[in-house]
């Protein structure tokens, strides 16, 4: 009956003790962030928290990018942990957070103790005007594509993003790019069923003339390919386009997936120059129907092709201003052209970006937007609502495709909703 009292007695005593005694020192704390454990060691000097550091972190790299590198700059500076979380990156900004609340109690330090205070939000300042030849909307693969395209041309671009990092949907993707690369996949043979895939294809009536002119295209190169070496695996951009038109049940345009296909190869080759290494094999992802899929060597998923562009930006020092936390609102007409953006800053402060040559809309689609998936689905028949997740940023709701609309641009094919249920929306 005594030992468990003792027992009590001296741990009451060691907790007041340690929460007497200012730590000093360095300690390890984790908490669950949005993929895994993050690490962190704190040190503190009599209490006051002089570093804090990420050890270990699985978090997607763009997305975490900006709370790993100013949360614990945030916290050091104000001593406190009342620090807002990034938005976009709630569970990685969470995760750091608590690590560093967990180092704390290891170091006998109550928490709480800095938790006083107001809040302390991340913020960073915008123009609110800005004139350039170009503006582009959204920080996706596309439009820092078209950035750096137009930027290499000469052209002052403004590039706006409406999260607190780049990336889209491009971040988050498996990577895997589709391009016919005959050299690549000779490496590898030919099934009896690819075989019989391009002979079926061949013995298909056309629907249109452009698909006339692809067969035969595709039928001269065939021939002279199973001439030379029948098992060797056969690739070719007519292919590449025959088949994404036969898996689209024809009703896409030909003229855009032939463009698509024959650029395609091009793609490969300017993301090779700007320092994206491939796989020196070719693979076939899930919902392909070819392995032409092509996969960076130096990146995993989609995140190579947002740093290497970024990276472009940098190192040949074109005239790309990205503002992030930046949301077009709507498009500024005038005489007929769309002139420019109107937009919301950081800090709900109205933009207006003038653009002399044009806007670049690649705002992406509308995957997490339930209302806009219902009023324009075909294929589920009203079966999109919210009890169906989706894998795609929560920021890609759609609202660059109802600005441009109603600025005059048409809408075709948005029906077409592709579902793939291969991963968990959840994490
Ligand atoms: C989980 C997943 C895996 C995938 N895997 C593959 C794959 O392996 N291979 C493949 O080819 N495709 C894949 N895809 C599809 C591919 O990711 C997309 O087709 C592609 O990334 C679209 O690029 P984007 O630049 O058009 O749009 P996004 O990359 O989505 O970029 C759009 C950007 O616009 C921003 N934006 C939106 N509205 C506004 C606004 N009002 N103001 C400012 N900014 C705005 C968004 O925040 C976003 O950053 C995958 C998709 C998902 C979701």
Same mark, same amino acid.
């Given at each position: 009956?005594?030992?468990?009292?003792?027992?009590?007695?001296?741990?009451?005593?060691?907790?007041?003790?340690?929460?007497?005694?200012?730590?000093?020192?360095?300690?390890?704390?984790?908490?669950?962030?949005?993929?895994?454990?993050?690490?962190?060691?704190?040190?503190?000097?009599?209490?006051?928290?002089?570093? $804090?550091?990420?050890?270990?972190?699985?978090?997607?790299?763009?997305?975490?990018?900006?709370?790993?590198?100013?949360?614990?700059?945030?916290?050091?500076?104000?001593?406190?942990?009342?620090?807002?979380? =990034?938005?976009?990156?709630?569970?990685?900004?969470?995760?750091?957070?608590?690590?560093?609340?967990?180092?704390?109690?290891?170091?006998?330090?109550?928490?709480?103790?800095?938790?006083?205070?107001?809040?302390?939000?991340?913020?960073?300042?915008?123009?609110?005007?800005? +004139?350039?030849?170009?503006?582009?909307?959204?920080?996706?693969?596309?439009?820092?594509?078209?950035?750096?395209?137009?930027?290499?041309?000469?052209?002052?671009?403004?590039?706006?993003?409406?999260?607190?990092?780049?990336?889209?949907?491009?971040?988050?993707?498996?990577?895997?790019?589709?391009?016919?690369?005959?050299?690549?996949?000779?490496?590898?043979?030919?099934?009896?069923?690819?075989?019989?895939?391009?002979?079926?294809?061949?013995?298909?009536?056309?629907?249109?003339?452009?698909?006339?002119?692809?067969?035969?295209?595709?039928?001269? #190169? /065939?021939?002279?390919? =199973?001439?030379?070496?029948?098992?060797?695996?056969?690739?070719?951009?007519?292919?590449?386009?025959?088949?994404?038109?036969?898996?689209? +049940?024809?009703?896409?345009?030909?003229?855009?997936?032939?463009?698509?296909?024959?650029?395609?190869?091009?793609?490969?080759?300017?993301?090779?120059?700007?320092?994206?290494? /491939?796989?020196?094999?070719?693979? #076939?992802?899930?919902?392909?129907? /070819?392995?032409?899929?092509?996969?960076?060597?130096?990146?995993?998923?989609?995140?190579?092709?947002?740093?290497?562009?970024?990276?472009?930006?940098?190192?040949?020092?074109?005239?790309?201003?990205?503002?992030?936390?930046?949301?077009?609102?709507?498009?500024?007409?005038?005489?007929?052209?769309?002139?420019?953006?109107?937009?919301?800053?950081?800090?709900?402060?109205?933009?207006?970006?003038?653009?002399?040559?044009?806007?670049?809309?690649?705002?992406?689609?509308?995957?997490?937007?339930?209302?806009?998936?219902?009023?324009? +689905?075909?294929? /589920?028949?009203?079966?999109?609502?919210?009890?169906?997740?989706?894998?795609?940023?929560?920021?890609?709701?759609?609202?660059? =495709?109802?600005?441009?609309?109603?600025?005059?641009?048409?809408? $075709?094919?948005?029906?077409?909703?592709?579902?793939?249920?291969?991963?968990?929306?959840?994490?």
């Amino acid at each position: 009956m005594i030992k468990p009292f003792a027992v009590f007695t001296l741990s009451a005593f060691a907790l007041a003790c340690t929460s007497a005694l200012a730590a000093t020192g360095t300690y390890q704390g984790k908490a669950l962030g949005h993929n895994a454990e993050v690490e962190v060691a704190v040190t503190l000097d009599n209490d006051k928290i002089t570093n $804090v550091q990420i050890l270990k972190n699985f978090e997607t790299p763009a997305v975490s990018e900006l709370p790993k590198k100013v949360i614990p700059q945030m916290i050091v500076d104000n001593q406190s942990l009342k620090v807002d979380r =990034i938005s976009g990156a709630t569970f990685s900004s969470m995760a750091i957070l608590n690590a560093v609340k967990d180092a704390l109690k290891k170091a006998g330090v109550d928490p709480q103790k800095y938790m006083q205070g107001s809040r302390i939000a991340y913020k960073v300042s915008v123009p609110t005007k800005t +004139d350039s030849d170009v503006v582009v909307v959204g920080g996706g693969g596309a439009g820092l594509s078209a950035a750096v395209a137009a930027a290499r041309k000469g052209a002052k671009v403004v590039l706006i993003e409406k999260m607190s990092f780049l990336g889209g949907n491009t971040v988050l993707a498996g990577g895997a790019l589709n391009a016919s690369d005959p050299a690549l996949e000779a490496k590898q043979k030919m099934s009896a069923g690819q075989r019989k895939m391009v002979e079926d294809l061949l013995k298909e009536e056309p629907k249109n003339e452009q698909q006339a002119k692809l067969l035969a295209s595709l039928k001269k #190169q /065939w021939d002279e390919a =199973i001439k030379k070496d029948p098992d060797i695996l056969f690739d070719c951009p007519e292919l590449h386009a025959l088949q994404t038109y036969k898996a689209g +049940d024809y009703v896409a345009d030909l003229a855009l997936i032939d463009k698509l296909s024959k650029l395609a190869p091009a793609t490969v080759e300017r993301l090779d120059k700007m320092g994206l290494k /491939w796989n020196d094999f070719s693979s #076939q992802y899930v919902g392909a129907i /070819w392995p032409r899929c092509h996969d960076a060597a130096n990146y995993t998923s989609g995140q190579g092709y947002i740093d290497t562009f970024r990276h472009t930006i940098e190192k040949e020092k074109l005239p790309v201003t990205i503002l992030l936390q930046t949301k077009a609102d709507e498009l500024i007409k005038k005489d007929g052209r769309v002139v420019g953006v109107k937009a919301t800053g950081p800090n709900g402060e109205k933009v207006t970006l003038n653009a002399k040559k044009g806007v670049i809309m690649t705002s992406g689609g509308f995957g997490a937007n339930v209302e806009m998936r219902q009023k324009f +689905d075909k294929l /589920w028949g009203g079966k999109l609502g919210k009890n169906i997740g989706t894998t795609n940023s929560r920021a890609i709701t759609g609202e660059g =495709i109802l600005m441009a609309e109603k600025a005059g641009a048409g809408l $075709v094919d948005m029906g077409y909703i592709q579902l793939l249920p291969v991963t968990d929306p959840e994490n």
